[in-house]
């Protein structure tokens, strides 16, 4: 039975999804209003060499106060989507934080407080990543998400933080389709250059 339709469910890009965009990446729904529109971040593609498209100074003026190494610094900001590239979504593991934060899965809120999380990163003694920042996010109109999936472009599955949060971002689409079983497990392991098969 897959996934409902709702804040809170990935969508795993099958192999059949033809839009690079949107190759091999899990998109975690946030919002799904079906008469008006759904959106949702793609949690697998680390901002890396897109950094340059984002000022530094503000990536960086969004971490002070968290004490993160460079290396985790470039580890906390993906690229969410291609609909405004510039605005910033933030996904995180703290309840209570104040704010407007949202309940989006067990354990994973949207928004709240950045100055609450900036204090709890540096009273947190775990390592376990606890903050993610998406620059831009994916949208559909009315009825085109649900023509897509009609189509095969989507897989369905309940969304876990601990998968949102994957310190191996490049490994996440096989993992959540690993994790689904069944029949999407063996699709887990072809390989993305079908020349390797």
């Given amino acids: 039975m897959p996934a409902p339709l709702e804040a809170g469910t990935f969508l795993i890009a099958s192999l ?26 793609v949690t ?9 498209l984002y000022p530094s100074e503000e990536l960086e003026s969004l971490t002070d106060g ?8 470039s580890e ?26 949202t309940t989006i899965c067990p354990g994973l809120f949207a928004g709240g407080d950045l100055d609450a999380l900036r204090a709890h990163g540096t009273s947190d003694e775990s390592v376990d990543p606890f903050l993610r920042f998406f620059l831009g996010y994916a949208e559909w109109a009315p009825g085109q998400l ?16 601990d998968l949102v949060f994957s310190e191996d971002p490049d490994r996440l689409w096989q993992d959540a389709l690993h994790t689904l079983g069944g029949k999407y497990a063996p699709m ?10």
């Avoid at 999804?17 to 209003?33: C, I, W």
């Avoid at 697998?44 to 340059?52: A, C, I, M, T, V």
């Avoid at 968290?66 to 610094?73: P, V």
């Avoid at 906390?76 to 934060?101: C, K, N, T, W």
Wanted: net charge negative.
């Fill in 188 to 197: 887990s392991y072809i390989p993305e250059d079908a020349s390797l098969n």
């Fill in 146 to 161: 649900e023509a897509e999936i009609a189509l095969g472009a989507w897989i369905l599955a309940p969304a876990e933080a």
């Fill in 76 to 101: 906390m900001f993906y690229q969410g989507g291609p609909v405004e590239p510039s605005s910033l979504i933030y996904l995180h593991r703290v309840p209570d934080v104040g704010g407007d934060a």
């Fill in 66 to 73: 968290l004490d993160l190494a460079e290396a985790t610094r």
């Fill in 16 to 41: 059949g999804l033809e839009d690079p965009a949107f190759t091999r990446t899990v998109v975690l729904l946030l919002q799904h209003v079906p008469d008006e529109m759904t959106l949702g971040v």
């Fill in 44 to 52: 697998n593609r680390p901002l890396g060499d897109q950094e340059k």
